[in-house]
Every structure is written in structure tokens, then in C-alpha cells.
């Protein structure tokens, strides 16, 4: 690929790269520094970028950026724990709202399937090629993830719900 051709390839992905970065880094700029990176791994690479979806390697890519910037940062987070700790009591992180709460709780792969799929629309197809898997597979990790968020996010909306069950198997076995 000829630095012409590159310049070309890069104005046509980096909104789509920026994006995906973004709703996946704390801030705007993570994500602009995930997505510098990814792109000079493109550039560094120029010659390994098929010709026939380039964008989605270029997801890929950006998902091994990201995945080194989430380890650079738990590094940084642990470290001011540490800190944090010889001089008081850690502050307890609390993600915001419920869907969030529900998807904390699930793994980082049902995570990331989930919002590859909602935040960046990206197909099955498309999330097969990105994670080189196949289209039956991410179908039905999918469908298992979706699963999974959808029975956290009923334990959370009601609580009450979960002791209901509970207490009436309960019942029933008293008799």
C-alpha cells in the first residue's frame, strides 16, 4: 500500500476506528491515543492490510490496542490503589446506571461481543472476521451473552423478585 493509498484508507476508517475506541476508553483522549496507535500499527503493517476488509482488521487491531491500554491502565489503577491505601481507605469504583452495572458483571469476552454488535453495528460477519472466529460461533456466543445480560439485568430491576422465588421454593418444600 503506497502512502497515498494509506492516506486514503485512513480518512475513510478513522471516524469508525475514533468511535469504536471511544465507547471503549474513560476518555476522548484514550481514545485518541488507542487510535493513533492503531494506526501506526496500520502503517507499520501497510503491507499485511487486505485489500478486502481493511476496516474490519483495522478493528482488530484497535481491539489489541485497546486490550494493551486496559492493562497499561489497571497497572496505573493498581498502583494508586496501593498509594491510596498507605494513606486511607481506597474509594470503591460505582459504574452508572443499570445496563452498565449489568454489564460489569459479565465477562470482558460477553462484553466486548455485545458491544461490538450494538455500538458499532458491526455484523455477525462482521465480528467473526474482526475476531477471527467463525459467523456460527459469534452467533451463538451471542446468544449466550445476550442471555447472560438479560438474566442480570432482571436481578437487578427487581430484586424482589429473586427472594419471591426463593421464599415460595421454600414453601413448597415445607410441606
Not at 28 to 48: I, L, P
Not at 66 to 73: D, E, I, P, V, Y
Amino acid at each position: 500500500m503506497t502512502e497515498e493509498e494509506f492516506n486514503g484508507f485512513f480518512a475513510a476508517n478513522f471516524t469508525d476506528v475514533w468511535g469504536f475506541a471511544r465507547r471503549r476508553t474513560d476518555s476522548g483522549s484514550d481514545a485518541d491515543d488507542v487510535t493513533a496507535e492503531t494506526f501506526a500499527v496500520a502503517w507499520r503493517r501497510r503491507t499485511q492490510i487486505p485489500s478486502v476488509d481493511g476496516r474490519l482488521w483495522l478493528f482488530g487491531v484497535a481491539r489489541n490496542v485497546l486490550a494493551n491500554h486496559r492493562r497499561a491502565t489497571q497497572r496505573r489503577l493498581n498502583l494508586h490503589l496501593r498509594l491510596a491505601t498507605v494513606q486511607g481507605e481506597p474509594v470503591a469504583y460505582q459504574p452508572d446506571g443499570l445496563v452498565w452495572e449489568a454489564l460489569a458483571e459479565l465477562s470482558e469476552d460477553d462484553r466486548e461481543l455485545l458491544l461490538m454488535r450494538a455500538w458499532d453495528g458491526l455484523s455477525v460477519l462482521d465480528i467473526a472476521t474482526v475476531l477471527d472466529i467463525t459467523a456460527a460461533n459469534v452467533s451463538s456466543r451471542l446468544y449466550r451473552a445476550r442471555a447472560r445480560l438479560l438474566r442480570e439485568l432482571e436481578r437487578r430491576d427487581s430484586p424482589d423478585s429473586e427472594q419471591v422465588r426463593t421464599e415460595s421454593r421454600g414453601k413448597g418444600s415445607d410441606r
